[in-house]
């Protein structure tokens, strides 16, 4: 999902006529905001499919 999510801002940012550093300047900082609740989302729902299995996630390093 993370992945689908970046490569269609890859794809918008290539395809727009507009100047790509200036795109990146004025976008970037809001762009990168919509990435860590989608890894939340994710995380939640793998973590949820491991309780429901009854298996614990590794142990933290």
Sequence with gaps: MIFFQTALYV????????DV???LSTSLDRVVLHIPPLAMLVSA?????????????PPED
Excluded: D, E, L
């Design 21 to 23: 550093k200036w795109q």
């Design 45 to 57: 729902v793998n973590m949820g499919s491991f309780i429901r299995a009854g298996i614990a996630p």
């Design 11 to 18: 794809f918008v940012y290539v395809i727009t006529p507009a």
